[in-house]
């Protein structure tokens, strides 16, 4: 089986020998293909609304660039793969060569998702795919069903997180070639496992992004994000804009076979027009895979926008599979750790209620007022939304990678609150996603890291100091110096994991537990996801840090939860009333009359 998404730009192989280039280019007076091999320059045809195209003979392997007005060298935008630095040649790559082996993968339903979330770079001793792929069996053997990668799209430099891309079809080389990344996705499929791909819409990296000299329209001053020059869905010429995302996704599913794509900070994708870019971009890729494939999209988006999950009368998804919960993170980290900084301090009033509404209904927040964001509103209604809708997780990259330091939650927390709390997430029906090491309670720290050129790293250095500076351990310029410099090669290499640290304790406990609870997630959870009915979920607060919640089953079942996260026994109002199926405390005997400290049971009833 071979497989090739069929774009209207870039660098096309034909089956006659020759390559179609088309570059979009409304700025440029003249374009020109510069291929390496012949050191010659090859003009391209002008079409219309600003489009060039050249075809010509030339073989896979082959580099090249654009040139501009005869006067800049710039990649492809849609390049498939830099040999050297995103400033640099592109390498023409044919999609045909690879031979893919998963000819019967279909991929697996939403309800068993087990997410890992890794960083290539970190995650393994080699930091790419191959050593990526050394671990599938690891994985596979903790009860993982699905590997979601850090964004992979070609960045300046040779350490980043992802977020910084700026050729957006390029999986970026210090990982490994093309062949590499599909060799994995092949290799996991084999294993069946599924593997989601993180995606950037909403901004191009700080170093590397050539658009505005020819394609200026890409961007628009009508909008802002925190990262720079917003892209252009909604202005004059936008539909080729639009075009070139839309493509990106299909490119990763189809090309790349790809289970699932998570959108990054779609809050930060601003479109007055209609339909809205996140809708087009969900019905496209719905019409284009129609139900031959399992595709999972999975949005990050902080408005709470509960309309873009909404389910069909078959309970599949009109547009987005779900969101990631970023609500029931923030709960659990104020009830776990204490603190009431920046964005936490949204969830420091009745945090217990906050928990047993995330837990029952989705959302802490559907349409009430934030006080972190002055008073507005945040959110939309939830209750009535399955809970395969919400992705939970206590911890993930931007939850430990945006700390100072970079702490992971056993470095702040009791072990006994942090085992609770796992216990309440590896066996809600929700989807729940596992950050690289968490598992066994890995003490190396995610920090921020990135290879900018000097004047930039200036900035990005001083910028992150300046950032922690509003919090009280970090006022002073001595404890400024000790935040990690994120252009230090140190700091990337401080961030990887110490898979040594497995043989000893209580790392060897903390992965006993996770297997522990996934193997009861799989056997007696799983079973009964499709059979709990949206808007029936019901939660009892038991004290300040204790709840009960409900959820309905299909034909009167129940499936129940009762926990204390803090360190002082409550009363429980109401028994449950299934059978036990787990505890944290196997030596516990039920009294039915308190819940002690640092417990979590769970109860079914069919």
Same mark, same amino acid.
């Given at each position: ?83 050297? &630095? ?58 993982? &069903? ?73 961007? &628009? ?56 870019? @996140? ?222 640290? @497995? ?104």
């Amino acid at each position: 089986m071979r497989r090739k998404h069929e774009m209207p730009f870039g660098a096309e192989c034909r089956g006659d020998g020759t390559v179609r280039f088309r570059l979009w280019a409304p700025k440029a007076a003249s374009v020109a293909v510069r291929l390496s091999e012949l050191e010659r320059d090859f003009p391209m045809s002008g079409l219309h609304d600003g489009w060039f195209e050249l075809v010509t003979e030339a073989r896979p392997g082959t580099q090249y660039q654009f040139k501009i007005d005869n006067q800049h060298s710039v990649p492809d935008p849609a390049s498939r793969f830099q040999t050297s &630095t995103v400033h640099g040649a592109s390498e023409i790559i044919d999609p045909l060569a690879y031979e893919w082996r998963d000819n019967e993968w279909h991929g697996r339903p939403w309800e068993e998702a087990v997410i890992y979330e890794l960083h290539v770079g970190t995650f393994s001793r080699e930091g790419t795919f191959a050593g990526a792929e050394a671990k599938l069996d690891y994985l596979s053997d903790l009860g993982i &069903t699905a590997i979601e990668l850090m964004p992979l799209s070609s960045f300046p430099g040779e350490r980043n997180w992802g977020y910084d891309g700026v050729l957006p079809y390029a999986p970026a080389r210090c990982y490994g070639r093309p062949e590499d990344l599909k060799h994995l996705i092949n290799a996991a499929h084999g294993k069946n496992l599924m593997v989601l791909l993180d995606v950037v819409y909403n901004h191009f990296g700080p170093d590397g992004n050539s658009l505005w000299l020819y394609a200026p329209q890409f961007f &628009t001053d009508r909008h802002r994000t925190p990262w720079g020059q917003a892209i252009n869905f909604d202005g004059p010429d936008s539909r080729i804009v639009r075009d070139y995302f839309i493509h990106n996704s299909l490119y990763w599913l189809e090309e790349y076979h790809f289970d699932g794509l998570r959108f990054d900070a779609v809050h930060a994708i601003a479109d007055d027009s209609r339909p809205h870019i @996140l809708t087009e971009l969900a019905e496209t890729i719905r019409n284009n895979f129609g139900g031959e494939r399992q595709i999972h999209l999975v949005l990050e988006n902080h408005n709470n926008a509960g309309r873009y999950l909404r389910r069909d009368a078959k309970a599949n998804p009109f547009w987005y599979t779900a969101q990631w919960n970023d609500d029931i993170h923030h709960v659990f980290h104020v009830l776990l750790t204490g603190e009431t900084d920046g964005y936490y301090s949204d969830y420091t009033d009745n945090p217990a209620q906050r928990l047993g509404r995330c837990l029952a209904e989705g959302y802490a927040y559907q349409g009430e007022p934030s006080a972190f964001h002055d008073g507005a509103s945040r959110g939309e209604p939830s209750r009535d939304l399955p809970p395969e809708c919400f992705v939970s997780f206590l911890q993930n990259h931007d939850q430990i990678g945006n700390r100072a330091l970079g702490e992971r939650i056993v470095s702040l927390s009791n072990p006994a609150a942090v085992r609770t709390a796992m216990a309440i997430l590896l066996l809600a029906p929700s989807p729940l996603l596992l950050f690289m090491g968490e598992e066994f309670g890995a003490q190396t720290p995610f920090l921020f890291f990135c290879d900018f050129a000097s004047e930039l790293a200036d900035r990005v250095r001083y910028g992150r100091r300046a950032e922690f500076a509003r919090f009280k351990q970090f006022r002073s310029p001595e404890a400024q110096a000790r935040i990690p410099d994120p252009n230090d090669p140190a700091t990337f290499l401080a961030s990887k994991l110490d898979w040594a640290s @497995l043989e000893r304790q209580p790392h060897r406990e903390w992965l006993q537990l996770y297997r522990e609870l996934l193997t009861c997630r799989r056997e007696k959870i799983v079973p009964q996801i499709k059979d709990i009915v949206p808007g029936l979920a019901q939660y009892d607060v038991l004290g300040p840090s204790a709840v009960h919640v409900r959820w309905g089953l299909a034909k009167r079942g129940t499936l129940e939860l009762i926990t204390n996260l803090g360190q002082d026994s409550t009363v429980l109002r109401n028994r449950p009333d299934g059978k036990l199926l787990y505890t944290t405390d196997a030596n516990c005997v039920p009294t039915w009359e308190r819940v002690p400290p640092f417990s979590a049971m769970w109860f079914l009833k069919t």
